[in-house]
Every structure is written in structure tokens, then in C-alpha cells.
């Protein structure tokens, strides 16, 4: 386990006024902080923006990249004794593999109690977005109608065209988990082939479908896809039924550096201010009192969440089965 850095065991005591005076001078003498991130920087910069405008005494830096590339070197720093990251804010899988190896700390903020079941069970992350994943395709290249079930993703016509993010096993593993495992395995058996392209990032998928290098993904946050869509971009999107949520926590390392910002950035992000924010910038904000904007982003179809407990208990089975079923199947190598 890892050393805890004690400041923030001495402000979970904390409420109300005093907790944020405390915040506020522990901030301005620390003056900055580090945010580790998966989300599209253009997103997070105007969030970080507004930060450092409602406190100017903090210069925060974003260190941006794919969850997975984060979540090691994070790991990496912790290793080498030169922790940088202060806020962290990936998916609950990446998380709850960084809470298994004893880099994250439960931590308590005024703004997270209005998220209730978002809120991790032991206090480690609040889920703060939601991931839509969703099927997107260009509408210049696929003339016919789209598919409108995950069964319309084995029409023949679609062989060797289909393309899937390449570390999707969640996706896989929540539809397995609700259909059940002879129509999960069947389904995915028959999909494989189908499959031209094993892409790594949903953003970059979504945005080479707008451009005509790819035809279509079932793998696309409905955000991409519908911010594509109004720069009238050649792409469209709908939902499969069930949608796959996936959620985006945001949490606490075990030894932050700059502890009272980070609590600050914290909270500033579970807040209906950081919020609307990021809904500005097309995200699904995790917030109970926010929709989606537009709402059909999020509502109006059926969907299940993506069990990262779960998963983890079970990561090398589902990936195992994503080796076998799809990438194998497909022949395609992850890029």
C-alpha cells in the first residue's frame, strides 16, 4: 500500500466554511497543480480556463493522453518516487486498476454527494461523465440504410468493413453479460469477420469516419459523433440497443503533490458550473440535475452500464475472448 499523503485525511474532518478557507490558503501557497487526462484537451482547457479564472493564484497544467498511456506512467512515477499527477481522470476500469495497486485515496467533497450511486462505494472516484457508445458511419460511403441492430452489424454487404476500437473488451463483456454467454459468444463469433480495422481511440475513429477513411464503428461516443454532425460533416449516428455506457471518474492519487488545489479542482469539476462546462464542449455531464446536449445524446433508448468491478474480477477472461473472437477472428492488429 501506498503511502497516503496525510493532509487530505486531515480535511475529510473538515465541512462547509472552515474546509474551503483551509483549501484556499493550502492552495495559494502550493500555486499549482497537475491534472492527468484522457478527455479531448480542447474540452479540458476551457474547463481548466474557468478554473484558473475563479482562482488566479493556481496555474494548472494538463497532461493529456490515452487512458492507458496514463494510468502506466502513473504507475511508472510512482515506481521511481516522483509523483506528479494531483487530479486523475480516466474510466472506472483504468481507475479501479490504479486503486488496486494502491496509487488513488478516497477522498470527500461537499459537490459529490448530489452524484449518489456515481460515487464509487468506497469513496476512490465520482463517476463525473458518461460514454455513450454508440454506432456512427459516413453517410457519403454507406448510401443504403445502417444497420439498426447489432445483428444489422452481420449483414454480408458490411465484411471486412466494420471497424471496433482496439481495447473495447468492456464493450464486449457488458453486451456478453446482458444477452448471456451462448448469444453473447455467438454474436461476437459472427462479428469478427466482420471487422476491418482494430483502431485505437474512439475520437480518432469517429473523426476518420467524418473524413471517408472508414465507413462505420459501433464503438463511437455518441458526443464525437454528434459534434462531428453539427460542423456538417459527412457522419450520422444512432443507438443500438442496449447502448454500453461506460463512465469517466475523476479521483484523487495516493500522494498528490498540490492537495488543496487538487481538492479544489475536484470539487470545482463535480460541480453544476464545471459541468455545464464540459456539456458546453458536448460531453454528458455525470451530474443527476444535467441532461446531455442535445438530450437524445443520452436518453430515449435503452442501455446498460458497464460493470468495471466486475470486469476486473474477470479481465483476463473477457480479454481472452477479445483475442479470440475478435481479433483473431478478424485478422486484423491493433493500430
Not at 468492456?170 to 451462448?182: E, F, R
Request: overall charge negative.
Amino acid at each position: 500500500m501506498r503511502e497516503k499523503n496525510p493532509v487530505v485525511a486531515e480535511l475529510a474532518g473538515l465541512s462547509g466554511e472552515e474546509r474551503r478557507e483551509r483549501l484556499l490558503r493550502g492552495a495559494e501557497a502550493e500555486g499549482k497543480l497537475s491534472f492527468y487526462t484522457s478527455t479531448a484537451p480542447e474540452d479540458i482547457q476551457s474547463l481548466l480556463m474557468a478554473f484558473g479564472m475563479r482562482y488566479p493564484f493556481i496555474q494548472p497544467e494538463m497532461v493529456r493522453d490515452k487512458g492507458t498511456v496514463l494510468r502506466e506512467r502513473i504507475t511508472r512515477e510512482y515506481s521511481d518516487g516522483a509523483s506528479a499527477a494531483d487530479v486523475i481522470e480516466l474510466t472506472e476500469i483504468n481507475l479501479g486498476k490504479l486503486k488496486a495497486r494502491g496509487l488513488l485515496q478516497p477522498f470527500s467533497s461537499p459537490e459529490g454527494e448530489a452524484y449518489g450511486e456515481l460515487q464509487e462505494s468506497e469513496g476512490y472516484w465520482v463517476a463525473e461523465q458518461k460514454n455513450f457508445l454508440v454506432l456512427a458511419w459516413n453517410t457519403e460511403l454507406l448510401k443504403s440504410a445502417s444497420p439498426q441492430d447489432y445483428d444489422g452489424l452481420l449483414d454480408p454487404i458490411l465484411k471486412g468493413k466494420v471497424t471496433v476500437e482496439a481495447h473495447d473488451a468492456c464493450w464486449m463483456a457488458a453486451l456478453m453479460n446482458h444477452w448471456g454467454t451462448k448469444r453473447g459468444a455467438g454474436f461476437f463469433s459472427s462479428f469478427g469477420p466482420q471487422i476491418g480495422g482494430l483502431v485505437t481511440g474512439h475520437q480518432i475513429i469517429a473523426e476518420r469516419i467524418a473524413a471517408g477513411s472508414l465507413l462505420l464503428s459501433p464503438t463511437i461516443h455518441s458526443n464525437n459523433s454528434e459534434w462531428l454532425k453539427r460542423r456538417s460533416l459527412a457522419i450520422d449516428w444512432l443507438p443500438l440497443e442496449p447502448v454500453v455506457v461506460e463512465l469517466v471518474g475523476i479521483a484523487l492519487p495516493a500522494n498528490p503533490p498540490h492537495p488543496h488545489a487538487a481538492l479544489l479542482l475536484i470539487d470545482f469539476i463535480l460541480s453544476l458550473e464545471g459541468q455545464r462546462i464540459l456539456r458546453l464542449w458536448k460531453r454528458v455531464p455525470g451530474h443527476p440535475a444535467l441532461e446531455a446536449d442535445p438530450p437524445y445524446m443520452s436518453r430515449g433508448f435503452a442501455s446498460i452500464l458497464v460493470d468495471a468491478k466486475q470486469f476486473l474480477q474477470r479481465e483476463s477472461e473477457f480479454e481472452s475472448l477479445w483475442e479470440e473472437l475478435i481479433v483473431k477472428q478478424s485478422g486484423q492488429v491493433k493500430r
